[in-house]
């Protein structure tokens, strides 16, 4: 790949990372295309290379693409089978691309700096339309989930986006200070924002585990310094907490009567954990039949799980469902690898790691790669940060 087709290359990338916050997904999804398509043309002569030297990481990255094709074999719906492979084509595709273009240092910064501009815009955007609806008395869509309206995205996701942009933001200032812009300090501002607006717990304490990994790193010769930053992160991340479950509203059961949120969830792991047993150990197969996990919503008098067919919301539940217990381990034993070599990492290890962290603390309530913009922010942030040139 010349020089000129790896300024082309990037600014195909740009466009990539900033089409994923704003509400048009189709958009993304040809970013995507012509993304692959002119890096593996210009960099076909050193596909193969690039395949038998990384195959394992490529491999780890994609594992669930490769459960996915498997378990179209034994599926009972091969037509919606296609449909999540389909969808899940990131996972083979942007670490694969990536290997091939092998991103620099700087053009991460560039990516990332890019990247919380759009989020910090297109929620910009959605704020002021919810803002003139409530003007004019046509509905409250500020707060939770009735931004989303606006958004075009699941708010949990969107909220996963601005905790991305917030770590970045983190990691630059303590690692990368000279970086560190004026502008950059709006950005947090703005993140910090939209958080509170979302009212999102999960995500507030995946952000605050990836914070916890750049407080030991950063102070990692200072035990004092790594308690008390680690106290007052906490003491925080627990009075926010406090604030957001002030603004939720509570989960219905049956005949509508609330439920407190975390029994709740208990009760709707547990309907999964009891269905992911009737097919221990292989799964019911890509795109399987769902029945009986929403016949257990029923059973458990979980209503809005059962009316709105409820994924299991635990990504390794999820592949439990889906593959069973030999998929689940196949799926912990790739994450693993790719944990440890975000640990390894030459470049940018602590942003990697940090960031992989804040990912698997979100899929513990969230089926993070059952939709795309999981699919994407996982498959794009973690392959970039893996693929980045080492610096001679």
Not at 234 to 263: C, M, S
Not at 319 to 328: I, N, P
Request: with cysteine.
């Amino acid at each position: 790949m010349t020089q000129k087709q790896r300024h082309i290359a990037f600014y195909i990338l740009y466009f990539l990372v900033i089409s994923i916050p704003f509400p048009d997904y189709s958009l993304t999804s040809k970013a995507i295309i012509l993304w692959a398509g002119y890096v593996l043309w210009t960099g076909r002569h050193q596909l193969l290379s690039v395949i038998r030297k990384y195959f394992p990481l490529l491999l780890a990255l994609s594992a669930l693409w490769f459960l996915q094709l498997a378990g179209l074999i034994y599926s009972d719906n091969p037509a919606g089978g296609m449909i999540t492979l389909q969808r899940s084509l990131p996972l083979i595709i942007l670490p694969l691309t990536f290997f091939v273009y092998q991103p620099g240092k700087n053009d991460i910064f560039r990516l990332f700096d890019g990247f919380s501009f759009a989020v910090t815009g297109a929620f910009a955007w959605a704020w002021l339309q919810s803002m003139y609806f409530k003007w004019q008395q046509w509905g409250d869509f500020i707060y939770y989930k009735e931004i989303s309206f606006f958004l075009n995205k699941h708010t949990t996701y969107f909220a996963l986006f601005a905790a991305v942009m917030l770590l970045y933001l983190i990691y630059l200032f303590w690692f990368y200070p000279s970086r560190f812009k004026k502008y950059h300090i709006l950005l947090l501002v703005a993140g910090l924002a939209i958080l509170f607006l979302l009212q999102n717990r999960i995500v507030w304490l995946a952000l605050v585990a990836g914070i916890q990994v750049l407080i030991f790193r950063r102070f990692a010769s200072a035990s004092r310094k790594i308690t008390t930053g680690s106290a007052v992160l906490w003491l925080t991340a627990f009075l926010a907490l406090a604030l957001v479950y002030h603004f939720r509203q509570p989960q219905t059961g049956e005949g509508g009567k609330h439920i407190n949120d975390t029994a709740y969830r208990f009760k709707h792991w547990q309907a999964v954990v009891e269905t992911g047993k009737t097919h221990l150990l292989f799964g019911t197969g890509t795109g399987g039949s769902r029945a009986d996990l929403y016949r257990r919503y029923r059973q458990y008098r979980l209503r809005s799980a059962y009316n709105e067919h409820y994924n299991a919301h635990n990504q390794f539940l999820e592949v439990l469902l889906d593959f069973g217990l030999l998929g689940l381990i196949l799926f912990i034993v790739s994450l693993w690898v790719v944990l440890n070599k975000c640990r390894r990492k030459k470049e940018l290890p602590t942003l990697c790691f940090s960031l992989l962290i804040t990912m698997l603390i979100f899929m513990l309530t969230e089926s993070t790669l059952v939709r795309f913009s999981g699919i994407v922010s996982f498959a794009l942030w973690i392959g970039l940060l893996l693929s980045v040139q080492d610096e001679k």
